[in-house]
C-alpha cells in the first residue's frame, strides 16, 4: 500500500532511504554497545556517541524533507513521531553508555546487562523489518507481536535485575545513582522501540 | 534459534528440605511455575517442583502443604539438554517425554530454563524474521 501510493516521489523516497538509514544505525549502535559490555571495553561502548551524532543529523534531514512536502499531509505527523521515539532510544543508549564510562557492573548484575543488551539489538532488528514491511506494504501484524514479545522479554529481566539492585550494597549516592540509571536507561531502550513499532501499526492502518 | 538465546536464566532454587510452603510462597510471590530443587550429595543433584504437581499431588488432594517438604513431591531427575540446542529439537523433546520444560545445563550446572511459552515466543520471532 505504502509503496503504491507514495513510493513515487524523489521526497518521498529519500525520507524512506533516510528512516531505514537511522534505524540501521540504531542497530548498529546497539551492536556496539553489546560488545563492549561483552569485552568489558568502555571505548567500544562510547563509540555509540559518534552514531548518536550522525543520527542526530538523519533525524534533522528526514523532519526536513517531510516538512518540505514529502509525504500527505495526514501522513506527516506520525512519520515525524517515528524518527523522534527512534532519536529518544539513541539518547537512551547514549544516556547508559554515558553512566557505564563511569561506573563498573556489579557481577551480580553482568549476566543481565549483557543479555539485555543483546535482546536491544534483536528489538531494534525487527523494528527495521517492520518498517521494511510497512514499506512493501506487507502485513505487520506478525512482526509487532515480535516486538512485544522481545520488549516483554526484557521486562522480566528488568524486573529482576531490579530486586538485586534494591540488595545490592553501595558505597555512596553517587554510585547508587548511577548504576540505578545505567540499568533504568538500558531497559527502557525496548519501551521505546516498542511505541516507534505501534507508530508504524498507526501509519499502516491509516493508509487503508 | 539456540535456547541460549531465548532461555530465561533467573532460576529459583531450593534445598530439599525446605517446606512445599515456604515454596509455593517463593512461587506466588514472583509468578513462577517452578523452583528447582537442589539435594545436595544424593545424586542426582536437581528436582523440580512445578504448580501442576503442587495442585495435583497436594492441594487436590486436601493435603496440608505444610506438612510436606519440597523433597516429598519434586520430580528427580530434572532434563538437562545443551545451550546450544535448536528450539525445535527442545520442542520435539518436551512432545516425546511430555514434559512442560527443559533445563539448560552447563558442565551439570543449571543455567537457564526453556519453558512451552519460551518456545511459542521463539517460534512466532522466527516466523516474523521470515527464517
Known amino acids: ?208 | 534459534m539456540k535456547l541460549s538465546e531465548f532461555m530465561t536464566t533467573h532460576i529459583r532454587f531450593v534445598d530439599s528440605d525446605y517446606s512445599l510452603y515456604d515454596a509455593i510462597e517463593q512461587m506466588v510471590d514472583r509468578r513462577i511455575r517452578s523452583l528447582i530443587v537442589r539435594f545436595p550429595g544424593e545424586p542426582p543433584e536437581y528436582g523440580v517442583i512445578t504448580a501442576r504437581d503442587i495442585v495435583i499431588k497436594v492441594l487436590g488432594k486436601g493435603i496440608d502443604p505444610a506438612s510436606l517438604k519440597v523433597s516429598e513431591i519434586a520430580s528427580r531427575p530434572v532434563f538437562c539438554v545443551e545451550k546450544d540446542m535448536e528450539m525445535f529439537e527442545a520442542a520435539r523433546i518436551m512432545d516425546e517425554h511430555n514434559i512442560a520444560r527443559v533445563f539448560v545445563c552447563d558442565n551439570g550446572k543449571i543455567i537457564g530454563v526453556v519453558a512451552m511459552i519460551d518456545l511459542m515466543s521463539a517460534a512466532l520471532i522466527q516466523r516474523a524474521r521470515g527464517e
Open chain 1, 1 to 208: 500500500m505504502f509503496k503504491k501510493f507514495f513510493q513515487q516521489g524523489k521526497k518521498e523516497q529519500a525520507v524512506i532511504d533516510k528512516t531505514a538509514a537511522h534505524i540501521e544505525l540504531l542497530i548498529a549502535a546497539c551492536k556496539g554497545f553489546h560488545e563492549g559490555l561483552i569485552q568489558e571495553d568502555k571505548s567500544r561502548v562510547l563509540q555509540v556517541f559518534h552514531l548518536e551524532r550522525e543520527a542526530d543529523t538523519i533525524r534533522r534531514e528526514i523532519i526536513a524533507a517531510i516538512y518540505e512536502g514529502a509525504f500527505l499531509p495526514y501522513l506527516r505527523p506520525n512519520l515525524c513521531r517515528f524518527a523522534e521515539l527512534v532519536d529518544r532510544v539513541f539518547d537512551d543508549i547514549e544516556g547508559a553508555a554515558n553512566h557505564y564510562s563511569e561506573m563498573e557492573i556489579p557481577e551480580v548484575l553482568k549476566e543481565d546487562c549483557v543479555r539485555v543488551a543483546f535482546y536491544n539489538i534483536r528489538i531494534c532488528e525487527m523494528l527495521l523489518i517492520c518498517f521494511h514491511a510497512l514499506i512493501e506494504g506487507n502485513e505487520l501484524r506478525e512482526k509487532t507481536l515480535a516486538v512485544r514479545i522481545y520488549e516483554k522479554k526484557i521486562d522480566d529481566i528488568k524486573f529482576e535485575m531490579k530486586r538485586i539492585l534494591w540488595k545490592l550494597p553501595v558505597q555512596g549516592f553517587w554510585e547508587g545513582r548511577i548504576l540505578a540509571e545505567f540499568v533504568d536507561g538500558l531497559t527502557a531502550i525496548s519501551d521505546i522501540v516498542e511505541d516507534a513499532s505501534d507508530y508504524l501499526h498507526i501509519i499502516n492502518v491509516s493508509m487503508k
